[in-house]
T-cell receptor, first 112, second 115 residues
Framework: ELKVEQNPLFLSMQEGKNYTIYCNYS?????LYWYRQDPGKSLESLFV?????AVKQEGRLMASLDTKARLSTLHITAAVHDLSATYFC????????????FGSGTRLLVRP | GAVVSQHPSRVICKSGTSVKIECRSL??????MFWYRQFPKQSLMLMAT?????????EQGVEKDKFLINHASLTLSTLTVTSAHPEDSSFYIC???????????FGQGTRLTVV
């Protein structure tokens, strides 16, 4: 059974600091997604990572994928308050359903 | 990106009544739609997968008679919460994809409150 673990679950950081959120998954998958969710809202797609060694960057966020270690990271550089949100990773289950299995989410609070 | 529209965004209903939530893919044909439930400060839990023209596949522990899913066309799936109770209050989110392996796009979500 595919399990997806994220850590930390909660992260409070000061503006200007760097930090990394980790996403581990238990079985082979061919794609990994990162999403952002603001309170009361649905998911906003941030990144899709399709291959080992993939790295994508958008603004202050950078995501990477190591399929051999079954690990993805979301790195935050010089955090700003606008990045405060909950971040989810999700992994595609490798069967006919291609269902997305979500991690528990990381609630990020960026303090001034 | 592709657009998935969910309606209504918020609904309040009385205990014992039923409520229907619609999920539409606006600019693509969705062979598969997914329904999720999210409790406050928790992750998304997949409830069911619906394929156009066939019966939905429910995840373990989800009552199929309570959460009726219909995927009558390639652009519309509906979730009906029957005989709603306060414990059914939650945030319901749908997603839709064109084909197996394609990225799924998410609707705006529906906040259901049962009083």
């Amino acid at each position: 059974e595919l399990k997806v673990e994220q850590n930390p679950l909660f992260l409070s950081m000061q503006e200007g600091k760097n930090y990394t959120i980790y996403c581990n998954y238990s079985t082979t998958s061919d794609r990994l997604y990162w999403y952002r969710q603001d309170p009361g809202k649905s998911l906003e797609s941030l990144f899709v990572l399709l291959s080992n060694g993939a790295v994508k960057q958008e603004g202050r966020l950078m995501a990477s994928l190591d399929t051999k270690a079954r690990l993805s990271t979301l790195h935050i550089t010089a955090a700003v308050h606008d990045l405060s949100a909950t971040y989810f990773c999700a992994v595609t289950r490798m069967d006919s359903s291609y269902k997305l299995i979500f991690g528990s989410g990381t609630r990020l609070l960026v303090r001034p | 990106g592709a657009v998935v529209s969910q309606h209504p965004s918020r609904v309040i209903c009385k205990s014992g009544t039923s409520v229907k939530i619609e999920c539409r893919s606006l600019d693509f044909q969705a062979t598969t739609m997914f329904w999720y439930r999210q409790f406050p400060k928790q992750s998304l839990m997949l409830m069911a997968t619906s394929n156009e023209g066939s019966k939905a596949t429910y995840e373990q522990g989800v009552e199929k008679d309570k959460f009726l899913i219909n995927h009558a066309s390639l652009t519309l799936s509906t979730l009906t919460v029957t005989s709603a109770h306060p414990e059914d209050s939650s945030f319901y989110i749908c997603s839709a994809r064109v084909s197996e392996g394609a990225e799924a796009f998410f609707g705006q979500g529906t906040r259901l409150t049962v009083v």
